[in-house]
């Protein structure tokens, strides 16, 4: 059974510092996608980014950040010079490729909400 | 990125009337949508998947009777709660499989703004 664990329910931060929310996943299977989505107050969950199981490569976009270590079945993510408007609910999901009942389903974390104190 | 509008954003409702809410994937065809329920700062809650041209899968626990799922386009799919009663008062959001043909990234998920159903 898959399952992603976000074990950082609230996090507050100082406008301008930088933060990271770690996400590590449990699954049986090789192939895989990881997502990280952005909710915040107005509701709407807005996508970040999917990361292949078999790219490790780490990315960068702007301010955002991504570490995904296989070894540690971790994918944690950092937002540098953290600002008010990167206040909002993260969740962390894992997926399955396609397998009969499967059909990509989320797994999701229970969610970080950020605080960006100005 | 992909866009996927839901509607109406919210609702409020007698008990006992029936609620349809409409997902739509704007710029792109999903053979795959999937309803979520979310509470009061937790996670989201799979209801069911709903794949065009067939019947939908329902997650252990939920009503399909309650919860009627169509499917009937590559770009529309409805949820209507039937004779609501205010438990069923949540926040509904829906989403699409992006399969990668046009500027989504394959195989993501895009949600839509969600709907606020209140039942009095």
């Known amino acids: 059974a898959q399952k992603v664990t976000q074990a950082q329910t609230e996090i507050s931060v100082v406008e301008k510092e930088d933060v990271t929310l770690d996400c590590v996943y449990e699954t049986r299977d090789t192939t895989y996608y990881l997502f990280w989505y952005k909710q915040p107050p107005s509701g709407e969950l807005v996508f970040l980014i999917r990361?292949?199981?078999?790219?490790?490569q780490n990315e960068i976009s702007g301010r955002y950040s991504w570490n995904f270590q296989k070894s540690t079945s971790s994918f944690n993510f950092t937002i540098t010079a953290s600002q008010v408007v990167d206040s909002a609910v993260y969740f962390c999901?894992?997926?399955?490729?396609?397998?009969?009942?499967?059909?990509?389903?989320?797994?999701f974390g229970k969610g970080t909400k950020l605080s960006v104190i100005p | 990125g992909a866009v996927v509008s839901q509607h109406p954003s919210w609702v409020i409702c007698k008990s006992g009337t029936s609620v349809k809410i409409e997902c739509r994937s704007l710029?792109?065809?999903?053979?795959?949508m999937f309803w979520y329920r979310q509470f009061p700062k937790q996670s989201l809650m799979l209801m069911a998947t709903s794949n065009e041209g067939s019947k939908a899968t329902y997650e252990q626990g939920v009503e399909k009777d309650k919860f009627l799922i169509n499917h009937a386009s590559l770009t529309l799919s409805t949820l209507t709660v039937t004779s609501a009663h205010p438990e069923d008062s949540s926040f509904y959001i829906c989403?699409?499989?992006?399969?990668?043909f046009g500027r989504g990234a394959a195989d993501t998920q895009y949600f839509g703004p969600g709907t606020r159903l209140t039942v009095l």
């Open positions: 990361r292949n199981s078999f790219d490790e």
């Open positions: 710029d792109f065809q999903a053979t795959t």
């Open positions: 999901a894992l997926s399955e490729p396609y397998s009969g009942a499967g059909s990509y389903q989320l797994t």
């Open positions: 989403s699409a499989r992006d399969r990668g």
